[in-house]
């Protein structure tokens, strides 16, 4: 199994630019979810899909930010327009079943915003 | 919501040492705790997890305590080697309205000294 696998491993952008992060969750988990790691908040879950419905999007920041899971083995986090606050590691994880089963995570995405 | 306190924020031990990490948690409810090791660098990779039905879990080095009447759980790792640097996050998971959550604390960041 490759595990979670996202991309682009970094991305520096302008501020204002459109950014998009992508992750293939491993084959068989039924759950994703999308964490924002800084210094500062530590590891803050934007958005959790169960069966590629968005259950949790509590901690979105704001309407800059949308996510996506057209199907089961593919996910997109959008930033639109970036700022340099959102400069941070993006995680993408995915479980078997929901928050209560280990969390297996992708290498992350490391954003700069200038 | 759920809050988990996790302390210390940082810890020097000497090789061949026990390290000792805590977290407090603030819902009753709370009831999957999952600990995570995250090298420098590098994803966050469970280590060890633990139901609110038990009350410690062993796993060669590291073990894992609950007390759900105090809300508090802690990570026990003995004889520290230098590979245990890292920096360590506990977590709590519970259900609320239909979806489960789960919160991570700040982390602790582990230096053992050769």
């Known amino acids: 199994d490759a595990g979670v696998i996202q991309s682009p491993r970094h991305e520096v952008t302008e501020m204002g630019q459109e950014v998009t992060l992508r992750c293939k969750p491993i084959s068989g988990h039924n759950s994703l979810f999308w964490y924002r790691q800084t210094m500062m908040r530590g590891l803050e879950l934007l958005i959790y899909?169960?069966?590629?419905?968005?259950?949790?999007d509590s901690g979105m920041p704001e309407d800059r930010f949308s996510a996506k899971m057209p199907n089961a083995s593919f996910s997109t986090l959008k930033i639109q327009p970036s700022e340099p606050r959102d400069s941070a590691v993006y995680f993408c994880?995915?479980?078997?079943?929901?928050?209560?089963?280990?969390?297996?995570f992708g290498n992350g995405t490391r954003l700069t915003v200038t | 919501g759920e809050n988990v306190e996790q302390h210390p924020s940082t810890l020097s031990v000497q090789e061949g040492d026990s390290a000792v990490i805590k977290c407090t948690y603030s819902?009753?409810?709370?009831?999957?705790f999952p600990w995570y090791k995250q090298e420098l660098g590098k994803r966050p990779q469970l280590i060890i997890d633990?139901?609110?039905?038990?009350g410690e879990k062993k796993d060669q080095r590291i073990a894992v305590t609950l007390n759900k009447t105090a809300k508090h759980f802690s990570l026990h790792i003995t004889e520290t080697q230098p590979e245990d640097s890292a920096v360590y996050f506990c977590a709590a998971s519970w259900v609320q309205g239909g979806s489960e959550k789960l919160v991570f604390g700040k982390g602790t960041k582990l230096t053992v000294n050769p």
């Open positions: 899909f169960n069966n590629n419905v968005p259950i949790d």
């Open positions: 633990i139901r609110s039905n038990v």
């Open positions: 819902d009753s409810a709370s009831n999957y």
């Open positions: 994880a995915s479980s078997l079943r929901g928050a209560r089963s280990p969390l297996h």
